[in-house]
């Protein structure tokens, strides 16, 4: 169990889209090989992508990754185990708002950045035209997790180094360096944007009810699906196949 | 009549043979369902009805979603949900899949063709991967069944030979009337075993592109750690030793390259 729980990130995909799909949204092949015997397999595709605010799956995020255009690699410092969740308290250790706590409320892992709700704000001007000056909105720049942020101690708020520890039961907990208290993950990590907790989810037409899902129809029985399925629906089989040899 | 319900024609009869089929050996309990919802209060009463037929419509999502954003489903089937349902529901769920991936790639492309927003694209996704799972089920306990009755997999037999330009690829065996001996035509056809100077010079070269690509990237790694060690002089050498495992961290410390433009703290 604890080499389960040391693997998998506590971290929850707020966004509740299958990773296929997300893979499948920001693919940009340029060229395959069409899949005869006289080709090799290969395929040209975009293999470097600029993440930014912009998700994935979202036509910003295409904007910027326009087809044929390269931007400069940006080096991502590698993180181990994720360590800021959304709704957790953290105070910002940079810029103009130095000093000042904040609630984080994105995560973007790609870019090791989490978003602090308020804080380290600068103005955009959006929709400026000729005749038109554009509307002036407030939007939060991104915080590095490794250097721009620590957690707050909830003992005391003040911020904190911590670490990664086991408690007796096994569970992974993250513990304040300085006052030794468990900072726990908060319930606002597993909202995701379908659902606020899963017991709030609203049944959709075509969802199957939970209690059918769990139900238990399985009998074991020596046959095959297909020799199951045959029996089920009265066809009977009396042929003996032709001898054959697979090779 | 747009183009794609003349070819939603020519697919229903393929389609639908086989789902009314299903349908009527099952006509007790039906899903109407298609993903399975995240954790829920329990369910009062499953409504057993026969499902509605709308002919080819049923190629096409409700009309009340057409001109929505997003439509909100519930999650796809894990393996483990399927792996407790007899083969006769599973063998169910899976035409109910097949049905909706049907109506949702129609809704795609109708929408595509008609310069609309496809809402909830992600829906696919989690049909396949439902439809994935299950499949895997399914061999699972024919898998199974094999063994016990026969000792072998009764999955269709593959292995891995050489082909003629000495490249291997995975050669999956087909099912015929004679055995190998006899069979001249197969024989003739297989072509086992390389050799020759053309093949060689090949080879040589195709290695030297699969070096050369193993070489860029265990440089890129090296650059990497560098890079990260210049920015970051602090940085804990033991993520880094576990995320680029081929790289000397220790040798490149001292490197020239990883050194930050700044003077270094002596004696503090």
Redesign the interface.
């Known amino acids: 169990m604890r080499i389960t729980q040391y693997l998998a990130s506590k971290l929850k995909n707020f966004s509740n889209l299958p990773k296929e799909y997300i893979e499948r949204s920001k693919k940009q092949v340029y060229w395959q090989t069409p899949r005869e015997t006289n080709y090799l397999p290969r395929t040209v595709e975009r293999k470097r992508f600029r993440y930014t605010t912009n998700r994935p799956w979202t036509g910003q995020f295409r904007q910027q990754n326009m087809p044929a255009t390269m931007r400069r690699k940006v080096l991502i410092e590698p993180v181990e185990d994720w360590s800021f969740f959304r709704g957790d308290r953290v105070e910002v250790l940079v810029g103009k708002d130095k000093g000042k706590q904040g609630i984080v409320t994105q995560v973007i892992t790609e870019r090791n950045w989490v978003i602090v709700e308020g804080l380290n704000w600068h103005y955009r001007r959006v929709g400026a035209d000729k005749d038109f000056p554009g509307i002036i909105i407030k939007s939060e720049a991104p915080l590095h997790v490794l250097n721009d942020i620590r957690l707050v101690d909830p003992s005391d708020l003040q911020g904190t180094e911590f670490e990664w520890r086991f408690t007796e039961e096994g569970e992974k907990v993250r513990v304040s360096m300085r006052s030794g208290r468990i900072i726990p993950i908060p319930e606002t990590n597993n909202q995701t944007h379908d659902y606020k907790t899963p017991n709030a989810y609203i049944e959709r037409e075509k969802d199957t009810p939970a209690a059918v899902v769990g139900e238990i129809t399985f009998q074991p029985k020596l046959s095959t699906f297909e020799m199951d399925i045959m029996e089920e629906m009265g066809i009977k089989e009396e042929r003996t196949p032709a001898k054959s040899y697979w090779y | 009549m747009s183009a794609t319900l003349i070819k939603c024609l020519n697919l229903a009869k393929t389609v639908r043979t086989s789902t009314i089929?299903s349908l009527l050996?099952a006509p007790k309990q039906q899903?109407?369902?298609?993903?399975?919802?995240?954790?829920?209060?329990?369910?009062a009463q499953?409504v057993h009805t026969s499902p509605m037929r709308h002919g080819l419509m049923e190629f096409f999502d409700?009309p009340k979603h057409w001109s929505e954003n997003d439509v909100?489903?519930?999650?796809?089937?894990r393996t483990e949900?399927l792996?407790?349902?007899?083969?006769?529901?599973?063998?169910q769920l899976w035409f109910v899949l097949l049905k909706?991936r049907n109506m949702l790639l129609t809704m795609e492309h109708e929408c595509n063709d008609k310069m609309e927003i496809f809402p909830s694209?992600?829906r696919?996704?989690?049909v396949?991967?439902s439809m994935d799972n299950l499949e895997k089920v399914?061999r699972e306990?024919?898998t199974a069944?094999?063994l016990?009755?026969t000792g072998e997999t009764?999955e269709?037999?593959q292995k891995r030979v050489n082909n003629s330009f000495g490249l291997q690829f995975n050669y999956k065996?087909?099912?015929?009337?004679?055995?190998?001996f006899m069979n001249l035509k197969?024989i003739k056809s297989r072509n086992i075993g390389f050799g020759g100077r053309a093949v060689n010079r090949f080879l040589l070269k195709y290695r030297e592109q699969l070096y050369n690509a193993k070489r860029k990237a265990k440089n890129r790694s090296r650059n990497?750690v560098m890079?990260?060690l210049r920015?970051?002089p602090n940085?804990d050498l033991g993520?880094?030793r576990?995320?680029f495992p081929d790289v000397d961290i220790d040798k490149l410390r001292s490197a020239d390259k990883a050194r930050g433009h700044y003077v270094p703290k002596i004696g503090v």
């Not at chain 2, 792996?83 to 063998?91: G, Q």
């Not at chain 2, 065996?173 to 190998?180: K, M, Q, R």
């Open positions: 089929k050996t899903w109407q369902t298609l993903c399975a919802a995240a954790l829920q209060t329990p369910h499953m409700d909100k489903v519930g999650r796809a089937w949900e792996r407790i349902k007899s083969n006769k529901e599973l063998h909706e694209p992600e696919v996704d989690k396949k991967i399914v306990r024919n069944y094999h016990l009755e009764g269709r037999p065996s087909c099912e015929h009337v004679l055995p190998p197969w990497e890079m990260i920015r970051n940085f993520v880094l576990r995320k």
